[in-house]
């Protein structure tokens, strides 16, 4: 449960009551190992499935209780076997052939296998762009967000979707070159505009994006490409024609 490579601390949220496309797509698969389509893959940066300042850095083994990985997982894990109605989901990539037991749990093979990871990668390599800024600090709030959306508009289509964005920072966010981004990467141009400190936009959206119904994300870019807010919406938030969901 230790990278290899620095910086090897997990990162981790807990999120009682997830909220996410990803939660319907896997609701009705039997156990066992099932293998994704090429773009249903769990990504956390572009699936926007959990805020970066939810994120905290956990150690994989610190003497007495409940203040590691392993504690933390065995508190969900006996949870789970207390309920008759308790279903697991795993996400990864298999590997091996391997031989040597898992050093926590005990069975064979072993399956945790961190390593450090990039915040900005590229979307068709997956590698890290080069020169990009690490991610931010958990502490870190974006100075653009994304606030609501309307995701499914009064009438048929071609439809008028928008999305309102709020400068939270305390300085004047030129959005020259800035992009809104869909679940499947389709991105449209944002106004080319200097949004002031508390001013709010509302982008109206163009070209191939579309926000599906069924549940979907939208993605907030700069002119580097790089990723400054993101959020995740359902079927059941989306399902209610002409509301705005926010966020």
Same mark, same amino acid.
């Given at each position: 449960?230790?990278?290899?490579?620095?910086?090897?601390?997990?990162?981790?949220? =807990?999120?009682?009551?997830?909220?996410? !496309?990803?939660?319907?797509?896997? #609701? &009705?698969?039997?156990?066992?190992?099932? $293998? %994704?389509?090429?773009?249903?893959?769990?990504?956390?940066?572009?699936?926007?499935? =959990?805020?970066?300042?939810?994120?905290? !850095?956990?150690?994989?083994?610190? #003497? &007495?209780?409940?203040?590691?990985?392993? $504690? %933390?997982?065995?508190?969900?894990?006996?949870?789970?076997?207390?309920?008759?109605?308790?279903?697991?989901?795993?996400?990864?990539?298999?590997?091996?052939?391997?031989?040597?037991?898992?050093?926590?749990?005990?069975?064979?093979?072993?399956?945790?296998?961190?390593?450090?990871?990039?915040?900005?990668?590229?979307?068709?390599?997956?590698?890290?762009?080069?020169?990009?800024?690490?991610?931010?600090?958990?502490?870190?709030?974006?100075?653009?967000?994304?606030?609501?959306?309307?995701?499914?508009?009064?009438?048929?289509?071609?439809?008028?979707?928008?999305?309102?964005?709020?400068?939270?920072?305390?300085?004047?966010?030129?959005?020259?070159g800035w992009r809104l981004a869909d679940r499947n990467q389709q991105a449209c141009a944002v106004p080319a505009v200097k949004l002031n400190p508390g001013a709010a936009l509302t982008v109206v959206l163009r070209e191939n994006v579309q926000l599906g119904n069924k549940g979907g994300s939208i993605t907030l870019l700069d002119k580097a490409g790089l990723k400054v807010s993101g959020v995740a919406y359902t079927?059941?938030?989306?399902?209610?024609?002409?509301?705005?969901?926010?966020?």
């Open positions: 449960m230790l990278s290899l490579e620095s910086p090897s601390e997990l990162l981790y949220a =807990v999120v009682d009551d997830l909220q996410h !496309p990803i939660t319907a797509a896997i #609701a &009705g698969l039997a156990p066992g190992w099932h $293998d %994704l389509p090429a773009r249903g893959g769990l990504d956390f940066v572009r699936g926007n499935l =959990v805020p970066r300042t939810q994120l905290r !850095p956990l150690a994989p083994d610190v #003497a &007495g209780p409940d203040n590691d990985l392993g $504690d %933390l997982l065995d508190l969900y894990v006996q949870r789970a076997i207390g309920r008759s109605d308790a279903l697991m989901y795993a996400f990864g990539e298999r590997w091996g052939p391997e031989t040597a037991r898992d050093k926590i749990f005990g069975f064979k093979p072993g399956f945790l296998a961190f390593q450090s990871q990039a915040w900005h990668t590229d979307d068709s390599t997956g590698h890290a762009i080069e020169g990009a800024p690490p991610g931010p600090a958990p502490t870190d709030d974006p100075s653009v967000r994304i606030l609501a959306a309307m995701v499914n508009p009064n009438g048929g289509s071609p439809e008028r979707e928008t999305v309102l964005l709020l400068n939270a920072s305390p300085q004047a966010i030129d959005l020259n079927a059941d938030q989306a399902k209610r024609e002409g509301w705005t969901v926010t966020f």
